[in-house]
């Protein structure tokens, strides 16, 4: 069975922080995909990356940046200057092989940038 | 292009009623899931639906059934409605062939039992 523990329930930080939140994974298959999703307040969940188990290297994309470490089962999220507009839930999720990869969710970390 | 989108946005029942939600998929996507999100939670898988099957089935009871229509749309029926099925109702789309595996999600239907 997959798990996925996001243990941060809410975090509240000031316009232009860096924060970074943190996800850790759990499964037996050695294929597996890791993703993040963006809820904000609408209720839409926003993709915003998928990794694969075979590919480890980092990524960043403008302010966001992602740290995939198999060693620990670790896929964490770091939002650099954090701005008002990122605030949301944000969902770490875990797809393992087979053709439907249906994703297990974390329970969400809840950030809230104020300004 | 039109995402992903799901009718109606809220919709409020009472305890035992039956109620219908619908979904249709975005374009060029021919699998449709269903999730449902409790307050405060990650969103829980219910079904998939490819080739107008059930393929793929989550920890739900039977009082969850779906259907998926030639044309991809999909709906999601639940039955003997109880207080506990008030919930964010999320489908998500996406396609079978591609190899990829991301779902693209739609805006939910807030379900609310009285």
């Known amino acids: 069975a997959q798990k996925v523990t996001q243990a941060q329930t809410e975090i509240s930080v000031v316009e232009k922080e860096d924060v970074t939140l943190d996800c850790v994974y759990e499964t037996r298959d050695t294929t597996y995909y890791l993703f993040w999703y963006k809820q904000p307040p609408s209720g839409e969940l926003v993709f915003l990356i998928r990794?694969?188990?075979?590919?480890?290297q980092n990524e960043i994309s403008g302010r966001y940046s992602w740290n995939f470490q198999k060693s620990t089962s670790s896929f964490n999220f770091t939002i650099t200057a954090s701005q008002v507009v990122d605030s949301a839930v944000y969902f770490c999720?875990?797809?393992?092989?087979?053709?439907?990869?249906?994703?297990?969710f974390g329970r969400g970390t809840s950030l809230i940038v104020h300004p | 292009d039109a995402g992903v989108t799901q009718s109606p946005t809220h919709l409020i029942k009472t305890r035992g009623q039956q109620v219908t939600l619908r979904c249709s998929p975005k374009s060029g996507h021919d699998t449709v899931s269903w999730y449902q999100q409790a307050l405060g939670q990650g969103p829980q898988f219910i079904f998939q639906y490819y080739e107008e099957e059930e393929r793929q089935r989550g920890n739900f009871p039977d009082r969850f059934s779906g259907h998926q229509f030639p044309n991809y749309s999909s709906e999601l029926n639940v039955n003997a409605l109880l207080l506990g099925d008030s919930a964010l109702y999320l489908c998500?789309?996406?396609?079978?062939?591609?190899?990829?595996?991301?779902?693209?999600f739609g805006p939910g239907t807030r379900l609310t039992v009285l």
């Open positions: 999720a875990l797809s393992v092989g087979g053709g439907s990869y249906i994703p297990t």
């Open positions: 998500a789309s996406s396609f079978r062939g591609a190899g990829k595996n991301e779902q693209f």
């Open positions: 990794r694969n188990s075979f590919d480890e």
